[in-house]
């Protein structure tokens, strides 16, 4: 396949979905991403959507791997494909790993997306305190008044809770924005 659309990648999930079958879903992605020339969306994109579908059938060790081709591949995505690979890595309890790749994410560029996308992988494995640090630096990185910013005010407000924090004027500007 040359070309990938956007429309060729939903039909897809619409069939997977369907079907219940992440499993051929990941296949196909891989056989896309192989063969991909050109598209809509970028080849390291159709990569982490592959990682993705693969996680779901409980093959971490498959997923890490397109996570880090993806990251490789250097193509645009909405998310770095690096908080996916610490993501796998946490799951695959290789924490030190894991704490490396998120240390690396944060001494480079990244977008309110991948803020997000670490605090709640954060929150998942038990890291607060570190993820009310990608949850606030996130929020402030995002124009006043977008879904990314109520998204990370809203993680950030649960962490906040969950840590015993008062609530601040972050806190209060969610209360506006509701």
């Not at 982490?48 to 059938?57: G, I, L, P």
Request: charged residues 30%; contains cysteine; negative net charge.
């Amino acid at each position: 396949m040359a070309h990938v659309t956007h429309e060729q990648l939903d039909r897809l999930l619409d069939q997977a979905l369907l079907l219940d079958d992440h499993g051929a879903l990941a296949r196909r992605l891989d056989t896309l991403a192989r063969l991909y020339e050109s598209g809509e969306m970028s080849r390291a994109a159709i990569l982490v959507m592959a990682a993705e579908e693969w996680r779901q059938t409980g093959q971490a060790e498959v997923a890490l791997d397109r996570f880090r081709e993806a990251a490789r591949d250097g193509g645009e995505v909405l998310v770095d494909p690096r908080s996916g690979i610490a993501d796998t890595l946490f799951e695959l309890d290789r924490l030190d790993e894991a704490r490396e790749v998120i240390a690396e994410i944060r001494d480079s560029v990244w977008n309110p997306a991948t803020a997000l996308t670490v605090a709640e992988t954060l929150v998942a494995y038990g890291d607060l305190a570190g993820a009310h640090e990608w949850a606030t630096e996130g929020a402030a990185a995002c124009p006043p008044d977008t879904t990314m910013r109520e998204a990370l005010l809203r993680t950030r407000y649960r962490i906040r809770v969950d840590l015993g924090l008062p609530e601040d004027d972050l806190d209060a500007s969610l209360d506006i924005a509701r």
